[in-house]
């Protein structure tokens, strides 16, 4: 006998997204995904000045703010054959791994930690041993008696008044929670400390894009000038500024992020056989370090894995728009005019709601049920995200990632084997936010050397006036968001965007299933997950938030009545 | 201990409490309160009153819904730089909803909801995050099954007061830009019969979310608005008015182009599309994440996040007509957001508040030929 069950809202993500899922002895056997809202962002950017599109595309979220505009950026770049300076390049990159590293943190401690760490139980903690597993874990200066016993007191007392605030209805004293009551006091340490961090390494875009979220870019560059002689430029108190935060913010990474994972994963070895789903990868890649049309110079390399065979990277084009990269829609709520999957430059998309009116109990799953449309490469269902990057990188031989990797599995005595999971893609995600710390410093060194040599543009003035434009231009802007590959794709034509597409990372993960039945990433990794009770759904938000999921940008269109109009669904 | 026996007797405590059980000693509460008082322009009387409120009130429950929007508020929220503040609106309120935040998913987090109307009827707060799609009945956004405007009204109906939280939330943001596929509309637009306070911005300052919330928090009603529902005190200047590149536009030094040479001085950002004279925020007076930048100071020009359909007011990067009225004594009130398609002949108008002395004075000082620059910029001397 099976029952279906429902979680919706699944909070502590981006956006709105329903799970459903068909429990039978305690096992997930069969899963859905939905994302329930849609705002049509690409048919408002036609006929607007392509140099504009990156402020309307950073609005698609504002978690993973900054990467849809550079994404944005990228693509008019690539369409005009526009070609930034080095240092534009290197604040991007600085700006990029500040980005990783914020979002992989926030993401860890506040988003997906509840899924592992008993608030409650840590009320029973004894501060002193709390204490010496923290200095034994790490050199993080916080880890006093002192200043646990005196986080349990406030905990306490927080408990006591009977507002539980953001904590209220949780899924304390369940059984799948496993860690000691030390550690989960620690994790609620880092928890508020890892709230107090985010804030400070933000501030990194403050400085390059003038605030956070959702700082500025620009096509051809970036907007800040430099000048070391001049209080209103970027100048050597800027910069100083800037180098302190990266250092401080891989301080954190390393002294806390990192040795959390490594401390949390040995009480849930059974998630690093659950949740794996998919066994392919798909990869963009980023962070040029020879200018974006250079792909072999990317730190992160570009590629896509098969049946999880790391001895094979497949090359990848988005640009290939016959038999790469297409979308569908046999379960999402589009009209196409034609059969089969579209290129994002052929796409269309038509908005048509066939879904139950409004209160409604269950989708109508054999049928359409989602704002997502259905991305494949080849035809094959991809994973997209850190694990991914981490696959691609470990399995193209690139050093940096190879190394972090083999020292994450070394630290948890484990094969690879085990990142084929729910914590597999848990770990990935710290083991690339440890490359983002390093990362983002040696481009900082480089942004330092440039200007000391006397290299100070930050912008390329070369084909800003629409005049100097072809008539018709096609481009993509390729990135590796936090959680996974992004692109855009836009056609120019007449000095205005006469077309623009964007196919997001959880695109990829949570889409509805496609016409042949293969279900996509979140579908797959929830076949086989043990749910131990229906009515508390801790085992399902669990997985799924190792996607890290961010729907708000389901997006799409609508029909246009003289043009077919296409474009996609965003969702990321 | 479970967390039942644990809530068996609620005891209420006050802010102040809190605060002292979080280890924040009396000083630095003090310290807080001047610190917040000042941030919303309170005189010294004002300080003393939200002191004591602080001291004696229990956490104000809060609903935090998010509709159509991109989580950019809550984000920006979280970033609200005074460390006591983090602490006072994630602990010292009570965010007892918060899709972003909260513990629990699905029915858990429903649950969570309705305890709240239920328990607190009358007395919860309800900010929103997001605009309502209101073509097809809704069905472009639906959260548990429910469509986003039937969440609102019914969570609304028995909410103290509204908080709308940004652009989204107050004018619709990027989803109402033209052609405004899902009819998304703002939240003053599908509720009625409440009080709602729009938080303006995309996203709005972290400091202003926090302002504004002590300010409800505080003195228990709503702050004094302005004609578009915007808190007076962060929203009654122009960008414009306290930009700190204000003297380079009234001595018509203008940066031409991104990262030449005015811009490498830090000159004025009109010509290339600065929003500031038509935009009321806080961006220059109390600036980002903790006054370490704004836009205008990284080189970029206001876009003017916290106006309504400021997508709409004609491509980014090209200069906008001037606007009748400068001066900074011009609030919204007076001026109104019509400003920029209200204006014609703007050059001239430009031209008759261009101060030549000033320009001059900081001509000179920066080591520009006054002269030179006039012939740049010839509508300044028209």
């Known amino acids: 006998m099976s029952e279906r069950i429902v979680v919706d809202p699944v909070t502590r993500i981006e956006g709105h997204l329903r799970i459903e899922a068909e429990v039978k002895d305690g096992k997930i056997v069969d899963a859905w995904s939905a994302g329930t809202m849609v705002r049509g962002l690409e048919i408002i950017l036609r006929g607007r000045d392509p140099r504009d599109a990156w402020a309307f595309c950073e609005r698609v979220c504002g978690v993973c703010t900054t990467v849809h505009a550079l994404a944005s950026v990228r693509s008019v770049e690539d369409a005009l054959d526009i070609h930034v300076p080095a240092n534009a390049e290197l604040i991007r990159n600085i700006m990029f791994c500040t980005q990783y590293m914020h979002d992989h943190v926030v993401h860890f401690y506040h988003l997906h930690a509840l899924d592992w760490v008993d608030v409650v139980s840590a009320l029973k903690a004894d501060p002193v041993a709390t204490s010496a597993l923290a200095q034994k874990l790490s050199k993080y200066p916080k880890s006093s008696p002192g200043y646990y016993s005196e986080l349990q007191k406030r905990l306490t007392k927080f408990v006591e008044s009977g507002q539980l605030g953001i904590f209220a209805n949780g899924y304390w004293g369940h059984p799948a929670f496993k860690l000691p009551p030390e550690a989960n006091l620690m994790a609620v340490g880092h928890y508020l400390e890892a709230l107090e961090w985010q804030k400070e390494i933000v501030k990194i875009h403050t400085i390059f894009g003038g605030k956070n979220p959702h700082p500025n870019y620009l096509v051809g560059g970036v907007p800040c000038a430099i000048n070391i002689d001049e209080a209103n430029a970027i100048n050597a108190e800027r910069l100083a500024f800037v180098g302190q935060t990266l250092q401080r913010a891989k301080e954190f990474i390393e002294q806390v992020y990192i040795p959390d994972v490594l401390a949390v994963a040995p009480f849930y070895l059974d998630w690093a056989g659950i949740g794996g789903g998919l066994e392919n990868y798909l990869v963009y890649g980023d962070l040029p370090t020879n200018g974006f049309a250079d792909v072999k110079s990317f730190k992160f390399p570009r590629g896509a894995i098969l049946g999880r065979n790391l001895n094979e990277v497949h090359p990848v084009d988005p640009k290939n728009d016959q038999d790469e990269i297409k979308e569908f829609i046999d379960h999402s709520w589009y009209e196409y005019s034609q059969q089969g999957g579209l290129h994002p430059w052929a796409g269309e998309t038509n908005l048509k709601y066939s879904g139950p009116k409004p209160p409604y109990e269950h989708l109508d799953v054999d049928k359409k049920y989602s704002w997502l449309k259905t991305p494949r490469w080849k035809g094959h269902a991809m994973e997209v995200g850190p694990l991914s990057r981490m696959l691609v990188g470990y399995a193209s031989g690139n050093d940096d990632i190879k190394g972090a990797v083999t020292d994450a599995l070394g630290a948890l005595k484990a094969p690879p084997s085990v990142l084929f999971s729910t914590l597999g893609r848990t770990a990935a995600r710290a083991i690339e936010s440890r490359l983002a710390g390093i990362w983002g410093l040696e481009f900082y060194n480089q942004l330092l050397a440039n200007i000391k040599a006397g290299d100070t543009r930050t912008f390329t003035r070369e084909k800003w006036e629409p005049s100097t434009w072809p008539k018709v231009a096609k481009g993509v802007g390729c990135t590796e968001a936090p959680r996974g590959a992004l692109a855009h794709w836009i056609v120019i034509g007449d000095q205005k965007i006469a077309n623009y597409q964007l196919v997001v990372p959880s695109t990829w993960n949570a889409s509805p299933r496609d016409g042949k039945g293969q279900r996509s990433a979140y579908e797959a990794s929830l076949i086989g997950t043990p749910v131990h009770d229906p009515h508390q759904p801790l085992e399902i938000i669990r997985t799924i938030h190792s996607f890290d999921p961010c729907l708000a940008c389901a997006v799409h269109l609508y029909e246009d009545k003289k043009e077919i109009a296409r474009h996609e669904l965003l969702v990321k | ?382």
């Open chain 2, 1 to 382: 201990m479970d967390i039942e026996s644990r809530t068996k007797s609620p005891k209420e405590e006050t802010i102040y409490e809190h605060m002292l059980s979080r280890g924040v000693n009396r000083r630095d509460f003090l310290q807080f309160c001047a610190w917040m008082g000042a941030c919303i322009g309170l005189e010294q009387t004002g300080v003393a009153q939200m002191t004591k409120a602080l001291e004696t009130k229990k956490r104000i429950p809060v609903v935090w819904l998010h509709f159509q929007e991109c989580t950019c508020c809550s984000e920006s929220f979280i970033r609200s730089s005074h460390p006591i503040v983090a602490d006072i609106l994630l602990d010292k309120v009570s965010l007892d909803y918060s899709e972003t935040l909260m513990a629990a998913s699905g029915h858990q987090a429903e649950k969570s909801l309705q305890d709240t109307i239920k328990n607190y009827k009358g007395e919860y707060l309800l900010c929103i995050e997001g605009s309502v799609p209101t073509a097809e009945d809704g069905v472009y956004c639906c959260i548990g099954g429910k469509t986003a405007l039937q969440i609102a009204e019914e969570v609304a109906k028995d909410a103290k007061a509204v908080v709308a939280w940004g652009n989204c939330a107050c004018s619709g943001c990027v989803q109402a830009a033209k052609p405004n596929p899902t009819s998304a509309k703002p939240i003053h637009k599908v509720i009625a019969g409440k009080p709602i306070v729009n938080v303006q911005g995309c996203p709005p300052i972290a400091e202003v979310m926090a302002g504004v919330l002590v300010h409800l928090l505080t003195f228990d009603r709503i702050p004094q608005l302005d004609n578009l529902g915007r808190p007076k005190a962060f929203y009654s200047r122009r960008v414009h008015d306290t930009c700190y590149r204000r003297p380079n536009y009234d001595a018509g030094l203008f940066v031409e182009s991104f990262d030449d040479e005015n811009a490498r001085k830090g000159y004025c950002l009109y010509k290339v599309g600065c929003r500031g004279p038509s935009t009321y925020n806080a961006c220059g007076t109390i600036r980002w994440n903790g006054g370490v930048s704004f836009p205008i100071q990284s080189g970029h020009p206001c876009i003017g996040c916290s106006e309504a359909n400021f997508w709409d007011n004609g491509p980014f990067y090209q200069r906008t007509p001037a606007f009748p009225g400068f001066g900074i004594e011009q609030t919204a009130d007076k001026l109104g957001i019509a400003a920029l398609a209200a204006s014609a002949g703007g050059a001239a108008v430009h031209a008759v508040m261009t101060n030549i002395r000033k320009r001059h004075e900081i001509g000179e000082h920066a080591g520009e030929n006054a002269e030179q620059a006039e012939k740049d910029n010839p509508e300044s001397k028209s």
